[in-house]
């Protein structure tokens, strides 16, 4: 079975450009997170999809981040426009059931230039 | 909001060395989870402690949910090359699926 899968892995665009970066959760898995870990920093949540509803989005940094998941399957995270503090590596992570832990994907690294 | 603490920031043993690694934190948490990252890749879980006091082996790793609900340790014992990676400890105060709290991770280097 496929794991969390992230595209692209690595990214690199001028401040002031726009990037979507993607998720892709284990088949049957209802909750997808995003995280990010700003170099040297603490792995940071931004937000929780169950399905395709925000549960939570309290870690979002502003509005110029957005996060869908139509369908409830796949998820993305817009950047727009990016600034060069959004730079760092973005994970996402999924899980199935209450009260199982989520498993990570590979990380998509974001540098603004 | 809520922190968790880990230091120091890397650590350079041995092989074959045991090695201890504490998170601490002011709040209290009601799951604990370590973490191991390697190059390349995303956290992978090496133990969850879901209970103050628990004590859970996972092969050559220990980890021990602390009684005051603040802090947990991880050991590795009997070190080998393989465990080199970026160690995270993490915290959950609220209900299961809901988000994790990370400290900055430990780096371990295990010389041969």
């Known amino acids: 079975e496929a794991g969390v899968t992230q595209f692209p892995s690595h990214s690199v665009i001028e401040k002031g450009q726009t990037v979507t970066l993607r998720c892709d959760p284990i088949?049957?898995?209802?909750?997808l997170y995003w995280y990010r870990r700003v170099m040297g920093k603490e792995i940071k949540f931004l937000l929780h999809?169950?399905?395709?509803?925000?549960?939570?989005e309290s870690g979002m940094p502003n509005n110029r981040f957005l996060a869908e998941r139509t369908g409830g399957t796949y998820s993305t995270l817009k950047v727009q426009p990016a600034e060069l503090e959004d730079s760092g590596v973005y994970f996402c992570?999924?899980?199935?059931?209450?009260?199982?832990?989520?498993?990570f994907g590979q990380g998509t690294r974001l540098t603004v230039v | 909001g809520q922190q968790l603490n880990q230091s120091p920031q890397s650590m350079f043993i041995q092989e074959g060395e045991d090695v201890s690694m504490n998170c601490t934190s002011s709040s209290i948490f009601n799951t604990w989870l370590w973490y191991k990252q390697e190059p390349g890749e995303g956290p992978v879980l090496l133990i969850a402690?879901?209970?103050?006091?628990e004590l859970t082996s996972n092969g050559r790793l220990t980890a021990q949910f602390g009684i005051t609900r603040k802090d947990s340790f991880l050991n590795i014992s009997a070190s080998i090359p393989s465990d080199v990676g970026i160690y995270f400890c993490a915290g959950r105060y609220t209900g299961a699926n809901s988000k994790l709290t990370f400290g900055k991770g430990i780096t371990l280097s295990v010389r041969p």
């Open positions: 088949s049957g898995h209802d909750n």
């Open positions: 992570a999924s899980s199935q059931v209450w009260g199982t832990e989520a498993f």
């Open positions: 999809f169950v399905k395709e509803s925000k549960q939570d």
């Open positions: 402690l879901y209970k103050a006091g």
